[in-house]
T-cell receptor, first 114, second 112 residues
Framework: GQQLNQSPQSMFIQEGEDVSMNCTSS?????WLWYKQDPGEGPVLLIA?????ELTSNGRLTAQFGITRKDSFLNISASIPSDVGIYFC??????????????FGKGTLLTVNP | DGGITQSPKYLFRKEGQNVTLSCEQN?????MYWYRQDPGQGLRLIYY???????QKGDIAEGYSVSREKKESFPLTVTSAQKNPTAFYLC???????????FGPGTRLTVL
């Protein structure tokens, strides 16, 4: 199945720095989702975006649904050690039939040095 | 508390044996999913179910089987036909196919 292009693959930053990661696709999505996964755990939903151009915040996290509907980015401000983990983007088409499936990026591994 | 539970957390099996992974949800969600995750990879869909007694193949269904006899439960069997079964398996559910999916804690299967 198709996968999204998520970048960067990994990031090593100092505590307090801001972080930005993004996902791009050759196909249009109706919904963009951002999940965080801690080691050995299931992904946890951070932010859901439902409308092109939408900018949504959740605490120190901000995500945007690209105008073209083919991309999305996630920003984390003032990073802290507990931000460590793998961040996944996922796109979903809601046009009915079999076009419900989530398409996942390969993830961005974030390491925060205290 | 409402949520998705998967058991066991870690599972070890000998090559050639079938093994069944459990997934239970008390969220009253109609749809349930099974994903496979390999190191450095995104999640890949194995099977999904929209409603009780109905399920559909995902992108990598070969070597797997499922059942959906109850709304709350969606067990996955990894058969001996699966050529590379060692992986992290994640179950998810949502109210309907177009709604946000929520994930369980996962089961790490190691086939020796």
């Amino acid at each position: 199945g198709q996968q999204l292009n998520q970048s960067p693959q990994s990031m090593f930053i100092q505590e307090g720095e801001d972080v930005s990661m993004n996902c791009t696709s050759s196909s249009i999505f109706n919904t963009w989702l951002w999940y965080k996964q801690d080691p050995g755990e299931g992904p946890v939903l951070l932010i859901a975006l439902y409308k092109a151009g939408e900018l949504t915040s959740n605490g120190r996290l901000t995500a945007q649904f690209g105008i073209t509907r083919k991309d999305s980015f996630l920003n984390i401000s003032a990073s802290i050690p507990s931000d460590v983990g793998i961040y996944f983007c996922a796109g979903q088409r809601n046009s009915g039939g079999s076009n419900y499936k989530l398409t996942f990026g390969k993830g961005t591994l974030l390491t925060v040095n205290p | 508390d409402g949520g998705i539970t998967q058991s066991p957390k870690y599972l070890f099996r000998k090559e050639g044996q079938n093994v069944t992974l459990s997934c239970e949800q008390n969220l009253n969600h109609d749809a349930m999913y099974w994903y496979r995750q390999d190191p450095g990879q995104g999640l890949r869909l194995i099977y999904y179910s929209q409603i009780v007694n109905d399920f559909q193949k995902g992108d990598i269904a070969e070597g797997y089987s499922v059942s959906r006899e109850k709304k709350e439960s969606f067990p996955l069997t990894v058969t001996s036909a699966q050529k590379n079964p060692t992986a992290f398996y994640l179950c998810a559910s949502n109210r309907g196919l177009s709604d946000t999916q929520y994930f369980g804690p996962g089961t790490r299967l190691t086939v020796l």
